[in-house]
């Protein structure tokens, strides 16, 4: 049972009559009690007139997958299977990150008919979005009061990575294809494989010069070589406590997922083999032999429900799972934040077993620099010191990893996914991966 906003002013209303029977001589007192006797009696009388809530059957519409920030529109019909018409409020308890509006929609639904019940979401938190019951109330006759049920109905939404870094993606691609010779900018690929006899133009190497297919053609031709395709990329995400660090709007951890899927994208238009795992002390996440189109969607999906765990990650393990993925010459992506030389003696110890056999780019999220004030108060001049501590322990650590045998890439959160992509075009180029 639930009580409106009508039921206090029609106990106020009861000053008239309170006022009318003291002056015919009625005690105030007893007037005023009996008032509230009926006003209670009123609004118990209406609450049991409401229809039942029960009486409606729940059929949820909701998309099984959205975009972080994008807002999706998900809904429930109602449908009244009771004798009466029904007039009141529905909410649908999604949890607050979900984005659902505050406000209690209203329904009149009459006798055997159904209604839609539009909830539009707009999520603020990436993973598994869940709801489990709708409340219902059905107001009475009178408006004073009415019936409250919670009506079971459980419904999810799996929001997905936003995938900002999409905006970085043609350009990309663009250099790719100059690389894999498809457009009119003939660039030489590194790579091995005799692709096609073209044109000489000015500016190529002149060491790939076909001198026989020049004399057979009467013009000067060249060789071009097809980058290496089949290659295998690791993308090991540090999932451990390092990755729950803010950095900008966000957790470093969506910020090396951002740098995952652009890499995964480019490298597999450039027909290479893509694999994720998402590490700590365990696998939170892996998507191994999935190629093509399928791809994107994949890593998304399993990236969406994983969270940082507040432990540390054990690195012996994490590349004896790039061992499992993989035994061929491969490139290594390992996004973590390695960033204070103490907490990362671990990593920098197991670093050396990886790099013996493969190629590894070890990509870490830092701050934005933080800006000058020519007149600095003194909690400016310790933010500068703490980010300038920070900024000199990070090369330290860089320092450490290119003596492991492994390339730091060092960015902020929007410039990190452009850098390890162009570092993967960069390796194609140079015929080392």
């Known amino acids: 049972m639930y009580v409106t906003g009508r039921l206090p002013l029609f106990v106020g209303l009861g000053v008239v009559p309170v006022v009318l029977l003291s002056i015919a001589g009625v005690d105030a007192w007893l007037a005023m009690l009996g008032w509230a006797v009926l006003s209670i009696a009123l609004a118990l009388a209406d609450a049991a007139a409401a229809p039942d809530p029960r009486q409606l059957d729940v059929v949820r519409d909701t998309p099984r997958r959205s975009l972080l920030g994008q807002q999706v529109e998900t809904g429930v019909t109602l449908r009244n299977t009771g004798a009466r018409p029904l007039r009141g409020r529905v909410r649908d308890a999604w949890q607050p990150t979900a984005g659902a509006p505050p406000e209690r929609a209203a329904v009149d639904i009459p006798p055997g008919e159904s209604r839609r019940v539009r909830v539009p979401l707009l999520p603020r938190r990436r993973g598994e979005l869940r709801t489990d019951f709708l409340v219902v109330r059905s107001a009475g006759p009178l408006g004073l009061a009415g019936r409250q049920r919670r009506l079971d109905a459980p419904g999810s939404l799996r929001v997905l990575p936003p995938f900002t870094s999409r905006r970085h993606l043609p350009s990309r691609l663009a250099r790719l294809r100059e690389l894999d010779g498809n457009t009119s ?226 960015a902020s959160p929007d410039d990190l996914p452009p850098a390890v992509a162009d570092r993967y075009l960069a390796l194609k180029a140079a015929g080392r991966l």
Do not use: C, K
């Open 185 to 410: 900018v003939q660039v030489r690929g590194q790579g091995t494989e005799f692709d096609s006899l073209r044109e000489y133009v000015r500016g190529d190497d002149v060491r790939s010069i076909d001198w026989r297919a020049t004399a057979r053609a009467g013009t000067t031709m060249l060789r071009t070589w097809r980058p290496e395709r089949d290659r295998h990329v690791v993308v090991i995400i540090d999932t451990g406590r390092t990755a729950a660090a803010r950095v900008g709007d966000g957790v470093r951890m969506d910020a090396a997922m951002e740098a995952a899927l652009l890499l995964s994208a480019l490298a597999s238009r450039a027909g290479d083999h893509v694999h994720l795992v998402m590490f700590d002390r365990l696998v939170r996440a892996r998507v191994t032999g999935v190629d093509g189109p399928g791809l994107l969607p994949a890593l998304v999906d399993a990236m969406a429900p994983v969270d940082p765990q507040l432990i540390d990650t054990d690195w012996d393990a994490a590349i004896a799972q790039v061992r499992r993925l993989t035994s061929r010459p491969s490139l290594v992506v390992l996004l973590t934040a390695q960033d204070a030389p103490e907490a990362a003696r671990g990593f920098l110890g197991s670093l050396p077993a990886l790099t013996a056999r493969t190629r590894v780019v070890v990509a870490s999220v830092t701050d934005d620099p933080v800006p000058a004030d020519p007149r600095p108060d003194a909690d400016e001049l310790y933010r500068q010191a703490a980010y300038a501590r920070a900024a000199r322990d990070a090369e330290r650590v860089a320092a450490a990893v290119r003596r492991a045998g492994a390339e730091p890439i060092a």
